[in-house]
C-alpha cells in the first residue's frame, strides 16, 4: 500500500465506487466507460486501438503471438513489468495497470529496440507473424533478469511457437542482447512517471462498468456439438442461465471481495484468466458478472507460521518459483513445465484448484505434502484438506460466494524425500497425460514410515493412491516392496484413455514413476554422502 | 556456368530487407489493412454430409450490430465448387451455393456485422438443422481407385523392372504397413482476407502464396473476368501449403462484400481453421522390398491408400522418395485414393517426401538390419547411375558425399551397432540416419524491371514471400547483376497487377522467380550497355558499384541515366529441356541421436548433422533458415504431430494449439547444417535449386531410425508418441 491509499480492507463500510476503468497503454492513458466481462485485451488493441503489432494466432493462449507487458505496483509500490497472453487478458484485469505493446519499443521510422535489432541481425524472423510475440517475451525476461543465460532464455520462450524459424536463430538473438538501459529502452526511462501515474490511481476505489448489450453469447456457432476434447482444462461449468449480467466489479479490496461475492453468487471470480479466458475465446462462454480479483495484493503473500508455509490464492506460479520452490526445491522442475512465462506470469495457484481439473499440475503435490485449504465466505471462514475439496469430476466442495483465500503447506521435514513428477505428450508447453507426486518419509533403519502419494490424469480428480500407500507403509524401503506395492495401483485407480494417453500407458507410466521415485531415492546425492 | 555471378552479392548472408518492419509490428498483414470494413464470422457445418433442412437466421439477424447474414439461401451467385477449371487452385470455390454438405465445418453461413463480437455473438444464434447422410470417412482400400495424378507430377503407377521377378531372386525382404497421420500446416497467420468491390471490379487483401491462381479462382467464382480481378498478399504470416489457393476466408469476405457493397473482413479463428482449412490427408502405405544377402536392393513396391476431398482432385505420393532413391531392378508404385466427406485435404510442405522420407527410409532401414549391414553402408552399396524410376540420367547427384560428410562429422562409427544396447542412467540412446532428397521444380514466371533515371530500381511480378526471404534474395540478384547497392532496389511483390509466375510453392519459388529476375536484368544489361556506348558482348562487362566497365573504358550508370526516361525490361523464365531430358533433384543426408526414457517413453532428438546439396546458395542467413525450420518440422511430423479424426462426425478432436502439437523451442536440438555448394547449370541460370522443403525430407527417418535403434522398437503408426513405444 502507498501511503496516500487508505486500507479498505479496516473498513466496515463499501468503499467508492468508481465508474470509469482507466490504465496506460504504452505512452497515454486510457479511460473507458463501457467494458463488457467478455472484452479480450488482444480485440482492444487490434480492432479498437488498431495497434495491430500484436499479433493473433491462435486465441487461447498457446502460441505467444499476442504477448503484450502488463506493469503493475506491488504492495511495496514498485513497478513491476511481466509478460502476459493479451488474448485471454480480459479488459476488466487491467485497471491501473500499464500496457506494453510492440509499438511501444522503438519509435516509427526510429532505430530499432536492441531486441528488435538483434532479432534481424540473427534472423530470428522468416514470415514475421510470431515475431512481435517473440520480442516481447524476451522484452519481459530482460525486465526481470538483465542479463539472462541460456536456460533462462529458453524458459521464456516457452510459451511462444514459430513456425519457421526453428528458433535457434531467437535463442541466439536474445543471447546476443546486451542489459538495457534508459537511453536505449523507453519503459525503462519512463519508469518514474509510470509509477507515480499508477500509485495516483490506486484510491482505494471499487470499479464497477458494463458493457455493450448481447456481446456474448454462450453456446457454439451453429450449435456445434462440443467435442469430448473441448473440455480440456475446465472442470467448472455452472452456466449462469438466462439473460446476462454485462457488469465487472472490481474490489478494492479482499474484504469487498468477500461483500461483492457473497451479494453476487453468480459472479465469475477471475485471478489471472488463464482458464477463464478461454472460456471466452474457446466456448464462447457467459463469465458476467465478472469480479477479477489478480490486483489484490493481500491475497499474494507467502508467509512462513507454525511450520507451514500459507500461499495466498493469488500467488502465481512465477512468484511461486520464488517463494515455494526456495523452501521445497522439487517444485521448481514441475512450475518450470507449465505453460510458457507468460501462463506462469498471469496463471495463480488458487486458480489452479478453484478451476478443479483433474490434470492440474498443483493438486497432486500439495495434497501429496498435506496442504490445507482455506476457504472464505463474507466473514466466514473455514478449512479442509485440499484433497477433501474435489469431490467428483467437475464438482468441488466450494459453497455459493465462497473464495479461496489461501492453503497452508506443511514444510517437509529436511530428511523427506519428495518427488513431483509430470508426463506429458510435448515436453514443453503441454498439460498433464499423468503427473506423479511422492513423499516419503523412513524410519531410522529405512522402513517406510509415512508416504502420500498423489496423481493427476488417473481419474475425474486429483486423488491420493490410498492403497499403494497402504501397501508400503511399514515395510522396508526396497525394490521388492515397490514391485510388490505395484499391483495396488488397480485398487486406486481406473484411467480413461484420450489423446493424451491410452489408459494402459497411464497405468504403466504411474507404476514407473514410483519405480522412477524409489531409483531416484537410491542414488540420492544427499543419502549417498550421508552413508560415507 | 554463369561467370556474371562474382558473389559480391548473391550467396552473402545479407539481412532481410523487410526484417526491421517484421520485428517492429510494421509490416501489414492481410487483416491489418487500414480499411473500415464489415466483420464477418463464419457458422461452421456440424455434420460431415447431407443437405441443410431448415436455416434460421432471424435472431441472428435482429441481434445488435448485424448488417446481413449469407446462406445459401441469399449470399450473391457463386458458380458450384469446381466448376470452370481442372486445376485445384483456379477452379470455382463457390461456397454457400447450395444445401449441400461435403465435410465437417464447411461454412453455411456468414454473419456480417459491425464487430468482431456482434458476429460472433450472432453467429451462436444461427440455427441450422440438416438431413444427414452416412458420411464417407477414412481410408478404405477396397473402395479406391487409382489416383489421377500424384503431387510433383509423378504418374499414379510405376512399372520398371519385373517386381514379381525382383522380389523372387531377393533373399530377404520386408513387407511393411504404415499410416501417417491427419496433419495441418498451422501456419501462425491464420487465413484472413479484406474483399471490396467497385462495381464489376474485385479487390481483396489475402494471405496467399500463388497470386496468378487466385485471380483465376476468383473469376471463375464470381464469374467476373480476371482483369477485374486485384489480388495482393505484401506479407504472408507463413503457408505451408495451406495458403497456395483461395480458402473460404477470401472467398466469403468477397461474398459478403458483394452483398453489401462495402468491404468485409474474414479473419478465420484458429479452432475454424482446423476444419475450415487445408489439410494432410492420413495415408496408409504399403512397402515392400527385397535384396539378395551381399545387400544389393532388388525389388521396390510402394502402394499408397488415401482420401480426397469431394471435388478436389489431390493425391499426394509419398512414393517420391523412393523414385530417385537407391538402385533396384524393379521399382513399382500405386497411388490409390478415394473420395471422402473430409475436410479439404490439399499440399502440405514438402509433399510426397515428407512423408516417405520418413516411412521408405524406416522400410530401407529395417531391410538393411535384416541383410546384417549397417544402414549407411547399404545405403552407399545401392547409389543408382540413373534415375530408378525412370532411367534418366540425373543432372546432378552428390547424395553419396552428402552421406559420408554427415557420417564423418556426426561420428555415425561411434553408433550402437545393436538396438537397445547403450544406456545412459534410465535412458535409451540411439542413433539414426535417412537420405533427403527432394524433387527440384521449375515453373514459368516473369518479371519487369524499371531503373529510374535516378539510379532506383524496381523489380515487380506478382511473386510471395512467405516469409523465405524473396524479397531479400530478389534484391540480391538484381544488385549482383545490375551492380548497385540493396539501398538502391525495391521489390515489388504479391500484386496481380504485376508480371504473372508461380508464386511460392514445392520450393521453386526463388529459383523460378530469380531466374525471371536474372533474365530481366540481362536484357537491362544489353540495353545500358549499348547506351553507354559498348559495341561487345554485354556478359564482358562488368557491372559493379553502378559503374560499367570493360577493359579499361568505364562508364557511370548515372552518366547514362541522367538524361534518359530511364530503361526497362523483362525477363521470363519456364522450364528449359534439361528438366525433361534429366532428373533434378537437391539430396541430403540427416544423422540423429536420440535419448528415450525407459520409465516414462519420453523421446529428446539430441542432435542432429545434416549436410545438403541444393545447388548455389542466394543467402547463406535465409538458407540455413529455411533448412533449420524443415529440420524441425521433420522432427515434429515423427514424434508430435497429428490430428485425430472424430470417425463419428469427420471432425477433429485436436482442432487447437494446445493439443495440435507443433515443435516448439526445446523440441529442437541442436543442429549442424553443412551446404555443399554445388551450383547447378542445368536448373536455371542461377544454378540454384530448391531449398525451402529439402530439410524437412528424411529428418523424420532419421529420427524414427535412431528411436528403434535406442529402444528396438519399430512403429508403424506414425508420429512415434510415448504410449506407442510400451
Ligand atoms: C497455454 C496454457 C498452458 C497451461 N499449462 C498448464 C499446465 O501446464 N499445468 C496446469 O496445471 N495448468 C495449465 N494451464 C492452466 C492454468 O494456467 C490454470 O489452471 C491456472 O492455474 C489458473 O489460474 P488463473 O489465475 O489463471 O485462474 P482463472 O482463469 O482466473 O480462474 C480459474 C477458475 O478458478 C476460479 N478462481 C480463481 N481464483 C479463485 C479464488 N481465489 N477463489 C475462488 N475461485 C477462484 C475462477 O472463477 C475460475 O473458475 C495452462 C493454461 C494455458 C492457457
Ligand atoms: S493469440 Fe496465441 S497466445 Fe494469444
Ligand atoms: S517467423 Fe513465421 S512463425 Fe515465426
Known sequence: MTANAPDPSDSALPPPIRRTMRFLLNDRPVFLDRVAPDDTLLDFLRIEKRLTGTKEGCAEGDCGACTVLLGTLDAQGRLHYRSANACIVLMGMIDGAHIVTVEHLSPRGGPLHPIQQAMVDHHGSQCGFCTPGFVMSLYGLLMRQPTPDRLAVERALQGNLCRCTGYAPIVRAALSVAALSGTDDPVLAERPTVTKRLAEWRDGSRLEVSGHEAASGNAEPGGATILPSDVPYEGDVSESEGASDNRILRPASVADLARLFEDNPAGRIVAGATDVGLWVTKFMRDVGPLIPIGHLDELRGVEESDGALRIGANVSYTDALDALAERIPAFAPLLWRIGGNQIRNMGTIGGNIANGSPIGDMPPPLIALGAMLHLRKGDARRDLPLEDFFIEYGKQDRWDGEFVEALSVPLPSPDAKIAFHKISKRRDEDITACLGAFHLMLTDDGTVDTIRIAYGGMAGVPKRASAVEKALIGRPWTEDAVESALAAFEEDFTPLSDMRASADYRMLVARNLLRRFFADTQDDPIQTEAAQ | ?726
Open chain 2, 1 to 726: 556456368m554463369n561467370d556474371i555471378i562474382k558473389g559480391k552479392w548473391i550467396g552473402k548472408p545479407l539481412d532481410r530487407v523487410d526484417g526491421p518492419l517484421k520485428v517492429s509490428g510494421a509490416a501489414t498483414y492481410a487483416a491489418e489493412h487500414d480499411i473500415d470494413a464489415a466483420i464477418g464470422f463464419i457458422v461452421e457445418a456440424t455434420i460431415a454430409k447431407g443437405t441443410i433442412a431448415s436455416i434460421e437466421t432471424a435472431n441472428a439477424e435482429a441481434a445488435k450490430g448485424v448488417i446481413a447474414v449469407l446462406t445459401y439461401e441469399n449470399a450473391p451467385k457463386m458458380a458450384p465448387w469446381g466448376d470452370g477449371a481442372d486445376d485445384r487452385f483456379e477452379q470455382s470455390h463457390g461456397v454457400l451455393v447450395d444445401g449441400t454438405i461435403r465435410h465437417y465445418g464447411q461454412p453455411v453461413a456468414l454473419v456480417i456485422a459491425e464487430t468482431l463480437e456482434q458476429a460472433r455473438h450472432a453467429a451462436s444464434l444461427v440455427a441450422v438443422t440438416y438431413d444427414e447422410q452416412a458420411p464417407a470417412l477414412g481410408v478404405d482400400r477396397a473402395d479406391s481407385e487409382l489416383a489421377e495424378g500424384l503431387d510433383g507430377g509423378f504418374e499414379p503407377t510405376n512399372r520398371r523392372g519385373d517386381f514379381d521377378r525382383a522380389w523372387a531372386e531377393s533373399d530377404l525382404t520386408v513387407d511393411l504397413n504404415y499410416t501417417t497421420p491427419h496433419m495441418i500446416p498451422a501456419a501462425m497467420e491464420p487465413h484472413s482476407a479484406i474483399a471490396e468491390w467497385d462495381g464489376e471490379r474485385l479487390t481483396v487483401r489475402n494471405s496467399l502464396q500463388v497470386i496468378a491462381s487466385g485471380v483465376a479462382c476468383l473469376a471463375n467464382t464470381f464469374g467476373i473476368d480476371e482483369e477485374n480481378i486485384r489480388v495482393l498478399s505484401p506479407y504472408i504470416g507463413g503457408g505451408f501449403g495451406s495458403k497456395l489457393g483461395q480458402h473460404y476466408d477470401t472467398i466469403l469476405a468477397a461474398a459478403g462484400a458483394k452483398k453489401l457493397n462495402r468491404p468485409v473482413k474474414v479473419v478465420q479463428t484458429r479452432r475454424n481453421l482446423f476444419h475450415a482449412g487445408p489439410h494432410r490427408a492420413r495415408i496408409e502405405q504399403r512397402i515392400r522390398l527385397g535384396a539378395t544377402r551381399d545387400g544389393t536392393l532388388k525389388a521396390v513396391n510402394f502402394e499408397t491408400w488415401s482420401t480426397q476431398a469431394i471435388g478436389y482432385f489431390y493425391t499426394e505420393g509419398p512414393m517420391a522418395s523412393a523414385a530417385s532413391a537407391y538402385r533396384c531392378d524393379a521399382l513399382h508404385w500405386t497411388g490409390k485414393t478415394r473420395q471422402a466427406n473430409e475436410t479439404l485435404n490439399d499440399s502440405m510442405r514438402a509433399p510426397g517426401e515428407a512423408l516417405g522420407g520418413v516411412t521408405f527410409e524406416a522400410a530401407i532401414d529395417e531391410l538393411a538390419e535384416k541383410v546384417g549391414m549397417d544402414p549407411l553402408e547399404f545405403r552407399l552399396k545401392n547409389e543408382p547411375t540413373e534415375d530408378p524410376a525412370s532411367g534418366k540420367p540425373f543432372a546432378t547427384r552428390d547424395l553419396v558425399e552428402c552421406m559420408k560428410r554427415g557420417a564423418d562429422e556426426f561420428g555415425w562409427a561411434d553408433r550402437p551397432k545393436e538396438p537397445r544396447s547403450r544406456r545412459e542412467g534410465r535412458k535409451l540412446i540411439g542413433y539414426g540416419m535417412a537420405s533427403a532428397i527432394r524433387g527440384n521444380m521449375m515453373q514459368e514466371g516473369s518479371c519487369r524491371i524499371d531503373l529510374s533515371a535516378g539510379g532506383h530500381l524496381t523489380v515487380k511480378m506478382d511473386m510471395t514471400d512467405i516469409g523465405t526471404g524473396t524479397y531479400t534474395i530478389l534484391t540480391q540478384i538484381a544488385a549482383e547483376a545490375l551492380g548497385l547497392h540493396p539501398d538502391d532496389i525495391t521489390v515489388d511483390l504479391a500484386d496481380s497487377d504485376n508480371p504473372a509466375t508461380a508464386g511460392s510453392g514445392g520450393s521453386f519459388g526463388a529459383g523460378t522467380s530469380g531466374s525471371a529476375l536474372w533474365n530481366a536484368c540481362i536484357a537491362l544489361r544489353e540495353k545500358l550497355a549499348r547506351a553507354g556506348g559498348f559495341n561487345i558482348d554485354p556478359d564482358e562487362i562488368d557491372f559493379d558499384e553502378g559503374t560499367m566497365q570493360a577493359g579499361d573504358r568505364a562508364v557511370a550508370l548515372a552518366d547514362v541515366l541522367k538524361d534518359s526516361d530511364g530503361f526497362s525490361a523483362e525477363g521470363s523464365i519456364k522450364p528449359g529441356e534439361e528438366h525433361e531430358d534429366y532428373v533434378q533433384n537437391s539430396y541430403g543426408a540427416h544423422f540423429c541421436e536420440v535419448a528415450v526414457d525407459m520409465d516414462s517413453c519420453e523421446i529428446e532428438v539430441r542432435r542432429f548433422v545434416s549436410v545438403f546439396s541444393a545447388g548455389r546458395i542466394l543467402n547463406r542467413k535465409t538458407a540455413h533458415s529455411q533448412c533449420l525450420g524443415g529440420l524441425v518440422w521433420g522432427i515434429g511430423g515423427a514424434i508430435r504431430e497429428e490430428l485425430w479424426m472424430d470417425e463419428r462426425t469427420g471432425g477433429y478432436v485436436n482442432r487447437d494449439l494446445a493439443e495440435y502439437h507443433v515443435a516448439v523451442n526445446r523440441d529442437v536440438p541442436k543442429c549442424d547444417i553443412i551446404f555443399l555448394e554445388n551450383p547447378d547449370p542445368k536448373s536455371n541460370p542461377i544454378g540454384t535449386k530448391g531449398i525451402g522443403e529439402l530439410a524437412l525430407c528424411g529428418a523424420g527417418g532419421a529420427v524414427v531410425n535412431a528411436i528403434y535403434n535406442a529402444t528396438g522398437k519399430r512403429v508403424y503408426d506414425l508420429p512415434v508418441t510415448l504410449d506407442k513405444l510400451l
